[in-house]
């Protein structure tokens, strides 16, 4: 009861809220989620060249990713259930922090051991993109928040499409430290922006935090991701891939056997297994997997040389900017998906977006003969993603209450995480499969890229279709 008389309170507050303030939350949030989106674009594209300046192999150099995707797996779920019980402003102030830290340590540094480290700590950063749009959710009235997730979530778009080419052009004109001091200030003009502008809403629950749940997730899903991530250098009928599976599966059953029976479970698998909630978690792993090939598809794919048959030799530059069409498509278009929220609810406009990436994908396969036409195809995927990553954040809030969002988010985000890790096995294994030899190289071939568009254009179709099937649990405004 008093949770719903909180509830009840932070509604009336919120439509108070003017306009000004909001836009101005909604600003410094999305700094944030712009510099998070940074962070995960940033160094791929200068990665090939990081084992001969910091004296070192190309497969430790390959922690740089995985150690944040690992640590961003378990902080992402964790930090969303301790923002519901401690306060959802705390928390995101911790996730900027993190990003801060993990910044300097890795600006200031050449040693490969201490980067890891660096980049280990920004993966708790993650969890600033759910706890944000929790946050935002919580503090503006109804018929605000359609436009600011979307907003949010068109940030993710415009991070990436802005982080390869701008990574690009240092890795061919400069140096990779600087990557890291663009996130250190971006990460310190957030923080002051946050802990000075936001308002913490008074809806923290409380409570004990489930370190025994904590620990048997956070083992599940390193165990999960490690071979999905290295699974195909490995092997996959090797030992260890096996192995790593294995346990992956006993300990998320113990997982959820402990989570069912405590009173005060880190994940409440009850109310994420409701069908509005389960349906939306269902749809973001297949839309997660959907979007996997924007950038393999597309950077990877044009560097490829002429010979290929399919690529245009490229500069990685050049390769960075045809992505940027995309991301800012995302941004231009997000009060249009905001519109379309408000008009015929979150589940529909979840369909249309995922009817629009296949359609996107579907091009790629078709309408290969120019860099334009990769482009536009590549910019029609954009679109559908950012119609479905504002729509998908709407649907949990629709069906979750304040006191839960920021949990309910969290895992929603581990979610189409996961999709895209299953996606990177998939498509790792199928680019492996259908190669071409050009001179002395192997690369894919244009019939593995087919496969692997078409696998993502599937995936966008059965995430319209489950979005379909998902009733909002109260009309989207």
């Given at each position: 009861?008093?949770?719903?008389?909180?509830?009840?309170?932070?509604?009336?507050?919120?439509?108070?809220?003017?306009?000004?303030?909001?836009?101005?939350?909604?600003?410094t949030i999305g700094l944030r989620a712009l510099i998070?989106?940074?962070?995960?674009?940033?160094?791929?594209?200068?990665?090939?060249?990081?084992?001969?300046?910091?004296?070192?192999?190309?497969?430790?150099?390959?922690?740089?990713?995985?150690?944040?995707?690992?640590?961003?797996?378990?902080?992402?779920?964790?930090?969303?259930?301790?923002?519901?019980?401690?306060?959802?402003?705390?928390?995101?102030?911790?996730?900027?922090?993190?990003?801060?830290?993990?910044?300097?340590?890795?600006?200031?540094?050449?040693?490969?051991?201490?980067?890891?480290?660096?980049?280990?700590?920004?993966?708790?950063?993650?969890?600033?993109?759910?706890?944000?749009?929790?946050?935002?959710?919580?503090?503006?009235?109804?018929?605000?928040?359609?436009?600011?997730?979307?907003?949010?979530?068109?940030?993710?778009?415009?991070?990436?499409?802005?982080?390869?080419?701008?990574?690009?052009?240092?890795?061919?004109?400069?140096?990779?430290?600087?990557?890291?001091?663009?996130?250190?200030?971006?990460?310190?003009?957030?923080?002051?922006?946050?802990?000075?502008?936001?308002?913490?809403?008074?809806?923290?629950?409380?409570?004990?935090?489930?370190?025994?749940?904590?620990?048997?997730?956070?083992?599940?899903?390193?165990?999960?991701?490690?071979?999905?991530?290295?699974?195909?250098?490995?092997?996959?009928?090797?030992?260890?891939?096996?192995?790593?599976?294995?346990a992956a599966a006993v300990l998320f059953v113990l997982?959820?056997?402990?989570?069912?029976?405590?009173?005060?479970?880190?994940?409440?698998?009850?109310?994420?297994?409701?069908?509005?909630?389960?349906?939306?978690?269902?749809?973001?792993?297949?839309?997660?997997?959907?979007?996997?090939?924007?950038?393999?598809?597309?950077?990877?794919?044009?560097?490829?040389?002429?010979?290929?048959?399919?690529?245009?030799?490229?500069?990685?530059?050049?390769?960075?900017?045809?992505?940027?069409?995309?991301?800012?498509?995302?941004?231009?278009?997000?009060?249009?998906?905001?519109?379309?929220?408000?008009?015929?609810?979150?589940?529909?406009?979840?369909?249309?977006?995922?009817?629009?990436?296949?359609?996107?994908?579907?091009?790629?396969?078709?309408?290969?003969?120019?860099?334009?036409?990769?482009?536009?195809?590549?910019?029609?995927?954009?679109?559908?993603?950012?119609?479905?990553?504002?729509?998908?954040?709407?649907?949990?809030?629709?069906?979750?209450?304040?006191?839960?969002?920021?949990?309910?988010?969290?895992?929603?985000?581990?979610?189409?995480?996961?999709?895209?890790?299953?996606?990177?096995?998939?498509?790792?294994?199928?680019?492996?499969?259908?190669?071409?030899?050009?001179?002395?190289?192997?690369?894919?071939?244009?019939?593995?890229?087919?496969?692997?568009?078409?696998?993502?254009?599937?995936?966008?179709?059965?995430?319209?279709?489950?979005?379909?099937?998902?009733?909002?649990?109260?009309?989207?405004?």
């Open positions: 009861m008093r949770a719903e008389e909180s509830e009840a309170e932070l509604e009336n507050e919120a439509e108070y809220v003017t306009g000004g303030k909001a836009r101005l939350w909604l600003v998070v989106s940074l962070s995960q674009s940033l160094l791929i594209p200068v990665l090939p060249a990081l084992p001969a300046q910091l004296n070192t192999s190309s497969e430790t150099v390959q922690w740089l990713l995985t150690s944040t995707l690992l640590v961003a797996a378990v902080a992402v779920p964790v930090m969303g259930r301790l923002g519901d019980m401690w306060g959802k402003r705390l928390m995101l102030l911790v996730a900027v922090a993190a990003m801060l830290v993990g910044s300097l340590i890795t600006a200031l540094s050449n040693d490969v051991v201490i980067l890891i480290i660096g980049r280990s700590i920004q993966g708790i950063s993650a969890a600033a993109i759910p706890l944000g749009i929790s946050l935002l959710a919580t503090l503006l009235p109804r018929n605000r928040r359609a436009t600011a997730m979307a907003t949010i979530s068109a940030m993710l778009g415009v991070g990436g499409a802005l982080g390869l080419p701008f990574a690009g052009l240092l890795a061919e004109s400069g140096d990779f430290h600087v990557l890291f001091w663009v996130t250190a200030a971006g990460s310190a003009i957030a923080f002051v922006g946050i802990l000075t502008l936001v308002p913490e809403p008074r809806d923290a629950a409380g409570g004990r935090v489930d370190i025994l749940g904590a620990l048997l997730l956070g083992g599940a899903l390193i165990t999960l991701l490690l071979p999905l991530s290295d699974g195909s250098d490995w092997g996959w009928g090797s030992f260890t891939t096996i192995i790593l599976f294995v997982f959820g056997l402990w989570e069912i029976r405590h009173t005060a479970p880190l994940v409440d698998l009850r109310s994420i297994g409701r069908r509005p909630i389960l349906l939306t978690n269902i749809a973001s792993l297949f839309i997660g997997f959907a979007l996997f090939a924007s950038l393999i598809g597309t950077a990877t794919y044009v560097q490829a040389p002429v010979a290929s048959g399919y690529g245009f030799a490229t500069t990685t530059l050049v390769a960075g900017l045809t992505m940027l069409p995309s991301g800012l498509a995302m941004l231009v278009l997000s009060p249009v998906a905001a519109r379309m929220i408000n008009g015929i609810g979150a589940g529909r406009t979840l369909a249309i977006g995922g009817t629009v990436i296949a359609i996107g994908w579907a091009m790629r396969i078709f309408v290969t003969g120019s860099l334009t036409e990769i482009i536009i195809g590549s910019t029609i995927v954009g679109i559908g993603t950012g119609i479905g990553y504002a729509s998908i954040p709407a649907l949990v809030s629709e069906n979750t209450p304040h006191h839960e969002l920021a949990s309910a988010n969290g895992v929603n985000t581990l979610v189409r995480s996961l999709g895209s890790s299953l996606a990177s096995a998939l498509g790792g294994s199928i680019l492996a499969t259908f190669t071409i030899v050009v001179g002395t190289s192997e690369l894919p071939s244009l019939t593995g890229y087919r496969v692997l568009f078409a696998n993502c254009a599937v995936a966008a179709l059965v995430a319209a279709v489950i979005a379909l099937l998902v009733r909002s649990g109260k009309k989207a405004r």
